[in-house]
């Protein structure tokens, strides 16, 4: 069995534009029944994903961002075609596999993997470590038992893993080993994407950077692309190349690293990066609180759906086209898209009157869901 991937792949930076994308989502939705009665039957669709245009190019990390409930976990499975879409269309290396289904998608399964936040639920406790990581060659029928022995192997050392380790059952390892164990798993059958959902979450803030730094790495000697998913910005600013930012559903922005660290567009991305702690010993960013929750994809805010929660058009007076009409992505600057009608204006705001007016909204939010009028504010 040959090592996983060309080890010679270019980086991210080098990638010409014009090259097909690995990944192609062309206005991606998905609706989940919401099931209510004695009879269990369908009462309503919850929007989980609506209309998500994203392109994933080969080598490189689009980060995507989000509070909990925005939709990052349902697009990374949709992508990997572990739930069908309700529409739109996931092309990969250039070929439509939206409703490829059976034996046809075992080539592509083969060449996506994830790896989870929590890879303990993912292993079977009674099994070694070693069988659970060449698990995916046992399916898929490749190499013989001692060449798949020595490809676990291999996996092992690569994540930094011990020889011995193999024997070991997955209790007996720490949250970051056991993270080690997960990405072993997903480079077993040399994938070219990896969606990575929240792998650092769970971790303590020491171990997460010795796992990016590992992710890292492994891109760079195997070639690898990803999907990083996070609720943090924090977490993706150094391994993502790019980052998208969802919200209810929507890419709220989507922009270069560069761009979207130093001059974010969208109140709400601004509002996740204030969350981030400053390198500096003592120093302090002025936090943009958002009250409530992301509201229920069942019951979505009218015009632009964080109209409820945004700091940015309380400072601007509530003009009406927030509520009215939904934004769409549009060019800010070079490189930077962002999906909100007044997305020159965010910059101009400093770090005071931003929080300021976050703290109204708050006040206001918080007020509407003592009194239940809760324009879509809050998940039910
Ligand atoms: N299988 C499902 N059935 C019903 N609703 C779902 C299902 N999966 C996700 N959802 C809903 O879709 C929305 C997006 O969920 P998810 O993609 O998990 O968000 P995130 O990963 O950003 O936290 C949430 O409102 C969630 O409750
Ligand atoms: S369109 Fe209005 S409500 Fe939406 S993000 Fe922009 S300013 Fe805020
Ligand atoms: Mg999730």
Redo the contacts with the bound molecule.
């Keep these: 069995m040959t090592t996983p991937v060309d080890a010679a792949t270019a980086p991210a930076a080098s990638i010409a534009d014009t090259e097909t994308p690995l990944v192609e989502l062309q206005g991606l939705t998905k609706s ?1 029944p919401v099931k209510g009665g004695v009879l269990q039957r369908t009462v309503a669709e ?1 929007r ?1 994903v609506d209309g998500v245009d994203l392109v994933i190019r080969r080598g490189e990390t689009l980060g995507l961002v ?1 509070e ?7 697009v990374g499975r949709l992508l990997l075609r572990l739930i069908d879409a309700s529409g739109g269309r996931i092309l990969f290396d250039g070929q439509d596999i939206t409703h490829v289904s059976g034996t046809a998608l075992r080539p592509y399964r083969r060449r996506m993997q994830i790896i989870f936040q929590d890879p303990f639920a993912s292993l079977d406790p009674r099994a070694p470590i070693g069988d659970s990581i060449g698990e995916g060659l046992r399916i898929h029928g490749l190499g013989t038992p001692p060449e798949r022995r020595a490809k676990v192997a291999r996996m092992m050392d690569l994540v930094g893993l011990q020889p011995y380790h193999a024997r070991r059952y997955p209790h007996e390892f720490s949250g970051g080993q056991r993270q080690r164990i997960g990405i072993a798993r997903a480079l077993v059958l040399e994938p070219e994407l990896i969606v990575c959902d929240e792998p650092v979450s769970a971790l303590d803030v020491s171990i997460q950077a010795q796992v990016l730094n590992l992710l890292r790495s492994l891109q760079r000697e195997l070639g690898l692309t990803y999907l990083f998913i996070a609720h943090n910005m924090g977490v993706v600013e150094h391994i993502s190349d790019r980052v998208a930012v969802m919200y209810l559903g929507r890419v709220a922005e989507l922009s270069g690293r560069e761009g979207i660290y130093r001059a974010p567009a969208h109140p709400y991305t601004r509002a996740l990066m204030s969350a981030i702690p400053l390198p500096t010993p003592g120093a302090r960013r002025q936090r943009i609180i958002l009250a409530g929750d992301v509201p ?2 069942l019951d979505p805010p009218s015009g632009c759906s964080f109209h409820p929660r945004c700091w940015l058009r309380a400072r601007l007076d509530s003009p009406e086209a927030c509520s009215a009409e939904r934004p769409v992505l549009h060019p800010v600057a070079d490189a930077q898209e962002a999906a909100c009608h007044f997305a020159e204006r965010t910059s101009e705001m400093s770090e005071g009157q931003a929080a300021e007016a976050a703290e109204v909204v708050a006040a206001e939010v918080i007020a509407a869901e003592e009194t239940g009028v809760t324009e879509g504010v809050v998940g039910s």
């Design positions: 989940f919850v989980a989000g909990s409930g925005c939709g990052k976990t349902t229920s994809p």
